[in-house]
Structures are given as structure tokens and as C-alpha cells.
Antibody, heavy 113, light 112 residues
Framework: EVQLVQSGAEVKKPGESLKISCKGS????????IGWVRQMPGKGLEWMGI????????RYSPSFQGQVTISADKSISTAYLQWSSLKASDTAMYYC??????WGQGTLVTVSS | QTVVTQEPSLTVSPGGTVTLTCASS?????????PNWFQQKPGQAPRALIY???NKHSWTPARFSGSLLGGKAALTLSGVQPEDEAEYYC????????????FGGGTKLTVL
């Protein structure tokens, strides 16, 4: 059974760093692109970027380029999304998705002073 | 900036048929945009319904179908069920160096 399991909810302060994860199982992790999607409270889905874990080829939506870093560790079948300095406007639910069928359960990130 | 436009809301009666559309600010949507459709219910992660215009996933109910209609991508629900009440999002591929994808703003479907 294909599964993407994301790390748990986070509460952070502005300026702090954060790395959330998405662990794949039940398929060849290195053979499928993984994407990250943001959903701000009460809003729609936004495409952030994608990574191919086989060779770590990474592409970013122009809206998120320079704002986040996407990475993967194929040895543990895990993709990551990280911020170096969080802002209140980063408060959102973040989903990983195997292009384009299976979704993770989401990680809620709350940034508040 | 590329904008993908969906109807903000639609209402359909149980057992009825409804078509949701997905338009691109760059012009007509073709199969080269690899339209995808997703369903999201409150408090849940999105669920994939359709990929590459009209292909269904193994779990997609038969009453859902995808197509191209009048220069837009379309999702048609035939024989709507109460449990189809949800937000529906389309996703289009714009390619380029960033292999860019763009979501539509979503359609809130009410079954009434």
C-alpha cells in the first residue's frame, strides 16, 4: 500500500527555522516526483515545488523560489520542506503529494509570536 | 503571472449532472497541460480524481469524468451523490525550466 506519512504539527516563532518531513512507503521512492503544496487557512491549494528523489532534481514555483528549500534523503525514503526564517504568513497546512496520486495527511505549521 | 480560473461555486441536486471548468489565462487548455482534478472535503487532505485530462485513478467513482470543453478542462459529475459535496481543484502544467504547475482557485460544489 502506497503511503506518504508527514511529520506532526509545529508551532514556531517568527524568525525560527523549521524542517518538516514526508516519508514514503509501499513503492519505489526514487522513481516518482514528490511535490509540496501549501494551503493557507480557509484558502485554496498552491503549488510550491517538486523533487525527484532518484537524483534530487528540484524545481520551485516562482512564487516560492528562495522562500523554502525542498530536499530528499532517498536512503530513508523521506522528502523535506524547510524554512530558514519563518514568518507569520507561513502559517498554513502543508501537503506532500506523489505526482499526482497519493497525498500525505498534511502538516499544520503555525507561526506566532 | 499565470492564473487558472474555476467557478467559485456551483449547486446541483442529488442525481443531477454538473460540469466544473478550468480555464487558463494563457489561452485554450489542451491535453499538453495534463489537467488534473482533485476533491477536498473539510478537514481532509485532497484526493486525486482525474489525471492527464480524462484518466481515472483506481479509486475514482465512475460518475466522475474529465474532458476538454470549449478551450477549458472540464470535470463532469453524473448522478451526483450527497457525498460529492466538496471543494474541487484543477491543476495545470505549464512546463518551463521549473516544470511549473498551477492550481485553480477551486470550486465549492453544493449538493442541495
Amino acid at each position: 500500500e502506497v503511503q506518504l506519512v508527514q511529520s506532526g504539527a509545529e508551532v514556531k516563532k517568527p524568525g525560527e527555522s523549521l524542517k518538516i518531513s514526508c516519508k514514503g512507503s509501499g513503492y519505489s521512492f526514487t522513481s516518482y516526483w514528490i511535490g509540496w503544496v501549501r494551503q493557507m487557512p480557509g484558502k485554496g491549494l498552491e503549488w510550491m515545488g517538486i523533487i525527484y528523489p532518484g537524483d534530487s532534481d528540484t524545481r520551485y514555483s516562482p512564487s516560492f523560489q528562495g522562500q523554502v528549500t525542498i530536499s530528499a534523503d532517498k536512503s530513508i525514503s523521506t522528502a523535506y520542506l524547510q524554512w530558514s526564517s519563518l514568518k507569520a504568513s507561513d502559517t498554513a497546512m502543508y501537503y506532500c503529494v506523489r505526482l499526482f496520486d497519493y497525498w500525505g495527511q498534511g502538516t499544520l505549521v503555525t507561526v506566532s509570536s | 503571472q499565470t492564473v487558472v480560473t474555476q467557478e467559485p461555486s456551483l449547486t446541483v441536486s442529488p442525481g443531477g449532472t454538473v460540469t466544473l471548468t478550468c480555464a487558463s489565462s494563457t489561452g485554450a487548455v489542451t491535453s499538453g497541460y495534463y489537467p488534473n482534478w482533485f476533491q477536498q472535503k473539510p478537514g481532509q487532505a485532497p484526493r486525486a480524481l482525474i489525471y492527464s485530462t480524462s484518466n481515472k485513478h483506481s479509486w475514482t467513482p465512475a460518475r466522475f469524468s474529465g474532458s476538454l470543453l470549449g478551450g477549458k478542462a472540464a470535470l463532469t459529475l453524473s448522478g451526483v451523490q450527497p457525498e460529492d459535496e466538496a471543494e474541487y481543484y484543477c491543476l495545470l502544467y505549464y512546463g518551463g525550466a521549473q516544470l511549473n504547475w498551477v492550481f485553480g482557485g477551486g470550486t465549492k460544489l453544493t449538493v442541495l
